[in-house]
């Protein structure tokens, strides 16, 4: 990759008041700001002229910029303080209609920045903090299930949290993982040999999630440990089972509770199901009742299985990729992701902290020893290296963001997603390059707040 050639002028400009030169170390004339592995030039700010500003609080109309921002959706902050998802998309020349899958990346990358203030330093910096001395922006062709392949672009050189509770972003990126999975792994076994098992506990308004989180846990190693387990294993079929934790609130606070799918030799009949349930009332109020105590016993409700359906079993594993914004749980109780919104917006911001205190550490899925190689999955890969995992896969090189120009535009909220969507939508890799360089440009000239 060669450096290019193109005379670059001293650049005056500061970034909220500090010369980018001070804040990085390096010359803004000294080096590009972009540069395109096919046809890159260096460019100076003195050259960009006047460019509209990326990020549009106050809900303002497109301009005729070449790029408009990515901006947030509107179930995540008011009309009047982002704009729409029509006002976003890209207009000057029309581009194809953005896709659910970009949608769903707008909405994460949108309350992941919302949600900053509230994280760990590792999840705050998730998708902002450089582990390289310069930014890569690159693409791949992805197969679609239904056919046909997409273009899917991503940053190599930033940190990544992996926080499956934390951070928005990494969330999705490793559902999406854990939901292939689970799907091959059934399908694998054969569906119909599949059932499902929910169990829940008592909770009240102000019970620590954290301490009912990992009792539930204990409850469940209790179910599934000693001779009357193995008994029960055994007239049933139960071969294998996958094991995943959910948490949701309402009126009497954190309610979290487990979903587990059994792999079975045959379906069960209406009357193995029906003394499968029995059972399991008496031995998961035994469990719970050692583990947690008997406030927490559960009633009759405490246990449900069920033969297990796609759709069901995906809902109740937290593995639905429809739109997150309309993700929602039964009743008037609310998602973590419903929260995670609310205190983006400056509203149950002690909520959603106590929500991550509580599950940090929490093991999202767990399987049984031996299921995953059964069905040729081969060994689990940890969060963190589900997310980074993408980095080593060959992939066409789009354009490289230098460290000074990285560093001066990610706090700029809506232009990391804006730089993803123009590599993926625009077919030619020079002209994404210049496109990519008109984003940031525009960005570091922005005086619309972070």
Known sequence: MFRPDFGAEACELTTRGTPLGATTGRSQASAPLVEAPARPRFLSLEQAGELAALVCPQGCTPTKSALSPAGGPVALLSPTD????????FSNPPRPMSSER????????????GLRPFGTPRVAGCGRKR?????????????????GTYQHAYFVGISRCGSVWECPV????????????????????????????????????????RAVRQGISHSFGRLINGAPWKRFCRKLGIQHHVRAIEVTHGANGWHPHLHILFFLETKLTDEEQAEAS????????????????????????????????????????????????????????RTPLQIAASAASGNDEALWRSY????????MLTWSRGLREFVGLGAERENEELVIAEEAEPAEPVAIITSAAWDAIRHRRGVACTLLEVAEL??????????????????LRSRVPP
Not at 102 to 113: I, N, P, S, T
Request: net charge positive.
């Open 426 to 443: 625009t077919p030619k890799q020079s002209q994404a390059a210049e496109e990519i360089e008109a984003v940031v440009r525009g960005a």
């Open 170 to 209: 990494c969330a999705l990126q490793i559902r999406a993982e854990r939901a292939e999975e689970l799907k091959y792994a059934v399908e694998q076994w054969g569906a119909d040999a599949v059932a499902m098992l929910s169990l829940t506990v008592r909770h009240g308004l102000g019970d620590d999630l």
């Open 278 to 333: 029995a059972w399991l009332q008496k031995r998961w109020a035994a469990c719970v009742q050692r583990a947690l105590g008997g406030a927490f016993v559960p009633n009759e409700h405490g246990v449900d299985i069920r033969s297990a359906k796609r759709a069901d079993y995906l809902a109740k594993f937290s593995f639905e990729l429809t739109d997150p914004g309309t993700k929602k749980a039964r009743g008037k109780n």
């Open 131 to 147: 582990i390289a001395f310069e930014v890569e922006v690159v693409r791949t062709k992805v197969k679609r299930q239904a056919g």
């Open 82 to 89: 982002t704009a729409s998802w029509e006002d976003h998309e």
């Open 102 to 113: 970009r949608k769903r990346r707008r909405f994460a990358y949108e309350l992941r920045d």
């Open 356 to 363: 991550c205190e509580g599950m940090r550490g929490a093991k």
